[in-house]
């Protein structure tokens, strides 16, 4: 049981340029969430998705794409690279069921730094 | 809005030093409550959580209640470790949107020295 795994564990992207970080849950959970952690700013939602084949904004969308087209993947696109985006993001996932009290479940990260 | 504010770092502290932080939120209605924590180069962990008022989360010797009155959920714990060196998030989950997103603090990073 793998848990929550994220490819890649690190990038470096000119401005400009595009990429799709990728999130893998092996636990069934139907919710999965992208968030950006920045020096200072604690974690931020980008996007999440209450199930497959919903997505939703989160606190801090722009510039990102979502799509989760299968149930157990959540995929985060860039698709024009700024600056602003140097970060690193974390995906998590949860169950449904639970009520606000179930926790998340949260993989490595991914550190993307665009120069 | 759903805010949490939690004391501001880093926080130096000597092996078994008590160590308290402070965290307070803002929300409607009645969030759940949580401390994760992140070690050095690694994800998020749950580390303790509470759902309703006074009640008291705790797990590795860490301690946390709930407490309405005052809208906070401290983090405490009596004697530190070198391995508890690492940064706190206190955050909160709340279900009137449905997506029970995480609203976090800014987190608080902790050194513990010998």
């Known amino acids: 049981n793998a848990g929550v795994t994220q490819t890649p564990k690190f990038r470096v992207l000119k401005t400009g340029q595009s990429m799709t970080l990728l999130c893998a849950q092996d636990m069934n959970h139907e919710y999965m969430y992208w968030y950006r952690q920045d020096p200072g700013m604690g974690l931020r939602l980008i996007h999440y998705?209450?199930?497959?084949?919903?997505?939703a904004k989160g606190e801090v969308p722009d510039g990102y794409n979502v799509s989760r087209l299968k149930k157990q993947n959540f995929l985060l696109g860039l698709e024009s690279a700024a600056p602003s985006q140097t970060s690193v993001y974390f995906c998590a996932s949860r169950l449904v069921g639970g009520g606000s009290i179930s926790e998340q479940y949260f993989g490595p990260g991914t550190r993307l730094t665009v120069t | 809005g759903n805010s949490v504010t939690q004391m501001e770092g880093p926080v130096t502290l000597s092996e078994e030093a008590f160590l308290t932080i402070n965290c307070t939120y803002t929300?409607?209605?009645?969030?759940?409550l949580f401390w994760y924590v992140q070690y050095p180069g690694e994800g998020l962990q749950l580390l303790l959580k509470?759902?309703?008022?006074?009640d008291k989360g705790s797990n590795k010797g860490f301690e946390a209640t709930y407490r309405k009155e005052t809208t906070s959920f401290h983090l405490e714990k009596g004697s530190v470790q070198v391995s508890d060196s690492a940064v706190y998030f206190c955050?909160?989950?709340?279900?009137?949107?449905?997506?029970?997103?995480?609203?976090f603090g800014k987190g608080t990073k902790l050194s513990v020295i010998p």
């Open positions: 929300a409607t209605g009645y969030p759940s």
């Open positions: 998705s209450v199930g497959e084949g919903t997505t």
């Open positions: 955050a909160l989950s709340y279900s009137g949107a449905g997506s029970y997103q995480l609203t």
């Open positions: 509470a759902t309703k008022a006074d």
